[in-house]
């Protein structure tokens, strides 16, 4: 079975990988050039693991364009897999696979179709999530489902930890696909529409801190956020803090202030007040160098003083 290949993240590696162990190297790995990684904060480079495998590469940007579906067809693959590309594939492209086009999910379809699924997964604070690979259709992330794992998702679950379980559920579920695949044209069971729920695309200004919030709300944010995505950030008179990890603090006795003010420094860090009057501990960060002096008021646009 003849099989191209399309993506640019660090999942999409996993993907090639777990190919090329199970004796299936794409005959062709379409990717992003590197002077358009700025679209993918987990951008990968495959066009080296690419060559090495075997796989001729190609290096697209738009995924519909002609000379890119031009390039598919002259692979002629029986299946194509698009695992971690932004754009919708659309019908002239979905078509020129023999079997059909397949695409991946970090997401227990028919819930969590959309965008940024692995952070709005912890912020709405799931207990459950999984991995889905699915048939490419017209509409997004809705065509039948030809394998899938669920997994549980930590309470103290970070953006990093979450996308690591889903890597590993990948390269589990690929063989899986395609040797269904390859034993039977027809597999696939559709979804239930009526069980979908969607997610919407996030930018970096949504990791903006509030800290008016809870502090529960406020350390869901910075683990949904953070690395692999841009994270959590802060202002501390025009300087952008990025808070990289954080936890629950008690401070001794009663702290009047206000939200987003500066409480302690501690060992690991230093705490911050929120706005139900409990208290994060700021443990990783970046953009300023040493902390923030006590009593100093971290901002945000929402209340800029």
Known sequence: MRIAFVGAVEGSLVALDALVAAGATPALVITLPREAS?????????????RVAGAA?????????????????????????VIGWSQ????????VARLGTLGYHPAPLPRFRGRAVIPWTILANESETGSTIFWLDESVDSGPIVAQELFAVAPD??????????KRALARLVPQAVGAIAGNMGVGTPQDHALASYCAKRTVEDGLIDWREPAADILRLIRA???PYPG????????????E???PFAPPGKYFGMPGQVQSHTEGGFTVLCGDGSTVEATAWRGLSG???????LTSACFQS
Not at 59 to 68: L, Y
Not at 89 to 95: G, I, K, S, V
Not at 157 to 166: I, M, N
Request: glycine share 4%; with cysteine.
């Open 245 to 247: 990890a954080g936890r």
């Open 38 to 50: 700025g679209r993918h904060s987990d951008f990968v480079d495959l066009a080296a693991p690419a």
């Open 232 to 243: 959590a950030f802060t202002f501390q008179k025009g300087e952008r803090i990025v808070i």
């Open 57 to 81: 590469v190609y290096f697209a940007t738009d995924i519909n364009a002609p000379e890119t579906v031009a390039a598919l067809q002259h692979a002629r693959p029986d299946l194509t897999m």
């Open 291 to 297: 902390k923030p002096k006590v009593h100093t008021k």
């Open 88 to 95: 919708i594939c659309r019908a002239p492209f979905r078509a």
């Open 157 to 166: 679950e970070t953006a990093r930890s979450l996308y690591e379980k889903h």
């Open 225 to 227: 956020v953070g690395d």
